[in-house]
């Protein structure tokens, strides 16, 4: 689907769920990480998970995305139930999402890290290389292409033949965003994305993200920079002790005694 397409679907769908959480619970030797967690992000939304640390925001995002199969509950994407997808299947329905700590490729060039986003490539057979070899060749092609332009997006090209080893953690967020735009996706997963940058890639981050959900990105943010995320997301939903406690615009957020005692309070096991 091509940006143009993606965003005029999401101005004449905006509104209706694209990710449907419903009943999430997952529990590690007895500890409750997420409890009964039930909300919507919706098509077109900057959606931002807030929560005091142990609140089990990522373990969310684990179930959500297929790392973590959960004890109760289902996800629904784009109204069909993807409850215990793998990870690459998820990814292939259209949720893709980064993490805490951005993961570095050992002995991978930038640009070799990128090529390893677009998913259900014909080259992942062997059988089609061997049978189809030239649809392999114009894809990858497509793919390196693809890979470029989103390295100049980012503006991290001039680093395309570097180790990816040798990246600074902003950078690295950088490569990480841009990788995952690679498979295409409907709704992007962004775990943490400004921990440990800059204010001045902060501000970049914050006008990337407005960019791509200006072209029909669907965004749930997790993020303890309550500045950044109050100034870029709507609604907010804050999670604690695994549960939803609270979502709103965030004004309500903001001013909410329930959010005030769970930071204050050491809210999150």
């Known amino acids: ?94 949720l893709v999402r980064t993490f805490q700590t951005p993961r570095r490729l050992e002995g991978m060039t930038v640009r070799e890290n990128m090529l390893i986003g677009p998913s259900g490539q014909t080259g992942e057979s062997v059988l089609s290389l061997l049978t189809s070899p030239g649809t392999v060749e114009e894809e990858e092609r497509a793919n390196l292409r693809r890979a470029e332009e989103m390295l100049e997006r980012f503006e991290i090209a001039h680093l395309a033949r570097q180790p990816a080893t040798d990246l600074s953690g902003g950078q690295l967020k950088l490569l990480e965003l841009a990788r995952a735009m690679m498979a295409d996706p409907d709704v992007l997963l962004l775990d943490e994305p400004v921990a440990g940058v800059n204010p001045v890639l902060d501000a970049k981050l914050a006008s990337y993200i407005r960019d791509l959900n200006d072209s029909g990105i669907t965004f749930l943010i997790i ?29 309500t957020v903001r001013g909410d005694d329930r959010v005030i005692e769970a930071y204050l309070g050491g809210g999150g096991g």
Do not use: Y
Request: charge should be negative; avoid cysteine; glycine fraction near 14%.
């Open 223 to 251: 993020e303890h920079d309550m500045e950044f995320i109050m100034g870029l997301a709507d609604p907010i939903v804050v999670l604690d002790r695994g549960t939803v406690l609270v979502e709103g615009t965030p004004e």
């Open 1 to 94: 689907m091509t940006v143009s397409e993606r965003g005029d679907r999401s101005e004449s769908e905006r509104g209706e769920p694209l990710v449907a959480i419903d009943g999430l619970r997952k529990e590690f030797g007895g500890l409750v990480a997420v409890d009964d967690a039930t909300f919507s992000v919706e098509r077109g939304s900057i959606t931002g998970l807030i929560g005091p640390n142990g609140a089990g925001k990522s373990t969310l995002f684990d179930l959500v995305s297929g790392f973590h199969t959960p004890d109760a509950g289902r996800v629904e994407l784009s109204g069909r139930d993807v409850t215990g997808f793998a990870p690459h299947e998820v990814a292939h329905e259209g």
